[in-house]
């Protein structure tokens, strides 16, 4: 076993600013009229925020096309509670019967299976909120275009069928996708969400909005190879969450379907990718250099983790 390293894909350099650990931590009413019980479980899960990763992306690509803070704060802590309950969900025993989660206890072990359903509707409910209200004041089309947006990446066409392909993988008797389309459906519609969502509503042009959903599937599919290798190779209290499930649950491992020198050259590939459409990002618009700082962190979490799968 091996250590996994502290920072994460996607990860920008720095701690998380605080305005927006402090909006994801109160951005969910929890008053009087809210069961103790449920207010405690989605305190439980709002203490625990993890890296935010989801959310400084879509904090800084809001600030890039010029949103107002505020809006680009709500949009952010959408992004993130949308990832949060998706975790929540993730860690059920109908799924990966996980134990531990962001360093503690999976809220279904401190606080039942059904709080823990009920805390994850909680947050899906609260982010759609907050991404309405992102939306009000724009130009009709444009609120139309995002709200589309939103289902696409959320709904029963973007996440929602990537983590049914995770879950009936090994299921016999269908054609199975292979781990990087299973990648793309679980993995890269928050990405994209973080992405491409605040840049739509700053009025990002379509070639813009092309790159940048090309960037969020390559980061996905890259962070999904990543994560296969910590389910192998990473001592559970490294990585903060239960490890070692994709092999018993019959879950999609890209490193144990095409090897670990397959899975680097795969990685190599789309890191390149991945500069690539950065580089076209930035040329013309140097407010998005931010991206580059990305790509470079991204680059060390994959030497840290395993110099054989780093790039050259």
Not at 9 to 19: I, K, L, R, T, Y
Not at 144 to 152: K, P
Not at 176 to 203: C, E, I, W
Request: glycine share 10%; net charge positive.
């Amino acid at each position: 076993m091996i250590a996994a390293p502290a920072i994460h894909p996607g990860a920008h350099p720095g701690p998380v600013p605080e305005p927006i650990a402090e909006a994801f931590a109160r951005g969910l009413p929890l008053g009087g009229r809210v069961d103790a019980t449920l207010r405690d479980a989605l305190r439980g899960a709002l203490d625990r925020p993890g890296a935010l990763v989801r959310a400084r992306l879509a904090f800084d690509t809001a600030k890039a096309f010029a949103l107002p803070k505020a809006r680009a704060a709500d949009l952010a802590v959408a992004v993130e509670y949308f990832h949060t309950a998706s975790l929540l969900f993730d860690d059920l025993p109908c799924m990966d019967d996980a134990a531990e989660r962001r360093g503690g206890a999976c809220l279904h072990r401190t606080f039942g299976e059904g709080q823990a359903i009920l805390a994850a509707l909680g947050l899906v409910n609260r982010g759609y909120a907050l991404v309405w209200g992102a939306l009000g004041g724009l130009p009709p089309r444009r609120q139309a275009a995002a709200g589309a947006y939103v289902e696409a990446c959320l709904g029963v066409a973007g996440l929602l069928s990537g983590q049914s392909a995770d879950l009936s993988h090994a299921r016999r008797g269908r054609p199975r996708p292979s781990p990087q389309q299973v990648a793309a459906g679980k993995t890269a519609p928050l990405l994209r969400l973080a992405l491409v969502l605040p840049a739509m509503l700053g009025g990002a042009g379509a070639v813009e909005v092309r790159l940048l959903e090309r960037l969020a599937l390559f980061w996905g599919v890259s962070y999904q190879i990543l994560d296969d290798l910590k389910d192998l190779r990473c001592s559970p209290g490294a990585t903060g969450k239960t490890g070692a499930r994709d092999l018993p649950l019959g879950r999609p491992n890209l490193v144990v379907e095409i090897g670990g020198a397959g899975a680097a050259r795969q990685l190599h590939r789309l890191l390149a990718l991945a500069d690539q459409a950065v580089d076209r990002l930035v040329a013309p618009a140097p407010h998005l250099a931010y991206l580059e700082a990305i790509c470079r962190r991204f680059r060390e979490e994959v030497a840290v983790l395993d110099p054989a799968v780093a790039p050259a």
